[in-house]
């Protein structure tokens, strides 16, 4: 005698979960709230700082090292601005007070006389 297995229920109940998954899903995405934003593509003139008055100031310590470097740009940036600057081949931050930039090395990350052959500054208004 052969035993004839109904598979509806099963069938049933799996058709059943998948609909609730699918409903659960999609109520966690309909609850989202994403804040209104602008974006755009254009172009734009690109004016570029004169960095001038430049002063390195050597370790006391140990004169093979720099302790911090003051320059002036000519135009004061926004407070707001970041200014990094590449000397010895790292980045370094720097502060500014009305277009006087300091860049105070922290300790251990001196760059050397030696590698500085060339100062490179970037500020992002």
């Given at each position: 005698?052969?035993r004839?297995?109904?598979r509806t229920p099963?069938l049933l109940?799996a058709a059943?979960l998948?609909?609730?998954f699918?409903?659960?899903?999609?109520?966690l995405?309909?609850?989202n709230?994403?804040?209104?934003?602008?974006?755009?593509?254009?172009?734009?003139a690109?004016?570029g700082y004169?960095?001038?008055?430049?002063?390195?100031?050597?370790?006391a310590?140990d004169?093979?090292?720099?302790?911090k470097?003051?320059f002036?740009?000519?135009t004061a940036p926004?407070?707001?601005?970041?200014?990094?600057?590449?000397?010895d081949?790292?980045?370094h931050?720097?502060t500014?007070?009305?277009?006087?930039v300091?860049?105070d090395?922290a300790?251990g990350s001196?760059?050397t006389v030696a590698?500085?052959?060339?100062?490179?500054?970037?500020?992002?208004d």
């Amino acid at each position: 005698m052969t035993r004839t297995r109904n598979r509806t229920p099963k069938l049933l109940v799996a058709a059943l979960l998948v609909i609730g998954f699918l409903t659960a899903t999609y109520g966690l995405t309909a609850a989202n709230t994403v804040p209104a934003s602008k974006a755009g593509d254009g172009s734009g003139a690109v004016s570029g700082y004169t960095v001038s008055a430049i002063d390195y100031t050597l370790i006391a310590a140990d004169p093979t090292k720099v302790d911090k470097v003051d320059f002036s740009l000519d135009t004061a940036p926004a407070a707001t601005s970041q200014i990094r600057a590449k000397i010895d081949g790292a980045w370094h931050s720097c502060t500014n007070v009305a277009a006087a930039v300091t860049c105070d090395f922290a300790s251990g990350s001196e760059p050397t006389v030696a590698g500085a052959t060339s100062l490179q500054v970037v500020v992002a208004d």
